[in-house]
């Protein structure tokens, strides 16, 4: 089975973990970034990942912006946002930039996890 590489750009830092933590049982290859900036220079800039999950709002560099500078420098991996705004307007934009799919905060890991292996194809 091919390992797939999966970031994490999100600025809580406990939400962050037990997503990581979960994506790793799960078998894939975590990285994890605390902002939007963290995550386009130091790791999208420089790897390639199968798999970008965002939150939408964090400090500095949004997942929107994130998503939006990672197209223009072509390296957008797959991307599922995750969102606190329970509005559809910060959903309905992360999807016309390109992003894949959304969650709203709190998720259930299950469902991330289903929908992160759809995403990758792995059904």
Known sequence: MENKRILIAEDSEIEGMILERALKSAGYQVSRAADGQQALEQH???SKFDLLITDISMPGLSGIELI???????VLPPTIVLT??????ASLKSLEIG???????PYNLPLIL???KIT????
Do not use: F, P, Q
């Open 44 to 46: 999208l800039a420089v």
């Open 68 to 74: 939006w500078h990672a197209r223009e420098r072509n």
């Open 84 to 89: 606190s705004n329970k509005s559809e307007e």
């Open 99 to 105: 992003a894949l799919d959304h969650l709203t905060k």
């Open 114 to 116: 289903a929908k992160v």
């Open 120 to 123: 990758l194809g792995r059904t």
